[in-house]
């Protein structure tokens, strides 16, 4: 007797879906659809790298064929619409979580490109709908360490001395207009240079001595740094004042010019702390 029961096996088949075996159930003829083995690609087989046969494929059991009650179509569609179920989920919990928790779902939106914790709040958020009573309370422990934060930094602003800076700041766009990219002005022991116009601090002239960053001029006050001291702060707003002055004082302390920081070779240029080349790109 011939046996027909693995004639569907040897049947050639493609990569789109082809409708084999039909089973009967008790709800009548189940159709199902065939395609290659995703796990062997339709070898049957597992083979090693020298390309011996190590034994049969466990997924489709030799066959070299995988049967579905639908159609890849139906599969991809079905997919799809789990994916979409399971993000329109994920935006309502965080949703439901931001009502809840404002203060706390700001804070993780502003630090989570920054701060792994935070990021991994909002992971937990998206995947349970919520946090446990150890994550809130360290999520507000940080809620409250920015607050204190910025009230801190409001005071220092608010206590900060007055500066004004505009022979600077005028020398600077000179500068800037010239073609100096980067310009920078060395008055008495102290460096002053303007922020990054794209920077947060745009508008800003930072402060240093040496490579010491002692603080920065902003909305016509002196912000210092903690390196800053008393001594060093009351200096910086003379020089501030005066700034023409002070680059005189650094040229004929240092001998070299307040700009570029060359040595100067005549007493002209000495007098002035300024070479004339430099003195004409700041306008000075």
Known sequence: MIDFSDIENDLPFDSTDSVAKTPITKEGILKLFMQPCRKCNGRKNFYSYSGRVIGPCFTCKGTGQQSFKTSSEQRQKAK?????????????????????????????????????????????????????????????????????????????????????????????????????????????????SPAPDSGKNAGAIYVKEGEAYLGKVMGGKFIRTRDCTDEQQNKIIEVAADPKAAAIAYGKRFGSCAICRRELSNQASIDLGIGPICAEKFGW
């Open 80 to 192: 799809a619409s789990a994916e979409a179920r399971k993000e329109r989920d994920q935006q309502q919990a965080w949703a439901d979580f931001q009502t809840q928790h404002p203060e706390i779902a700001a804070w993780i939106q502003s630090s989570k490109d920054s701060f792994p914790f935070a990021a991994s709040l909002e992971q937990a958020v998206i995947r349970w709908g919520h946090l446990t009573d150890k994550q809130l309370a360290s999520a507000q422990k940080c809620v409250n360490g920015r607050k204190a934060a910025q009230e801190a930094r409001s005071a220092t602003i608010s206590a900060a001395p007055e500066v004004t800076l505009e022979s600077v700041e005028k020398a600077f766009q000179t500068a800037k207009s010239a073609g100096i990219k980067y310009p920078k002005l060395n008055l008495d022991v102290f460096k002053f």
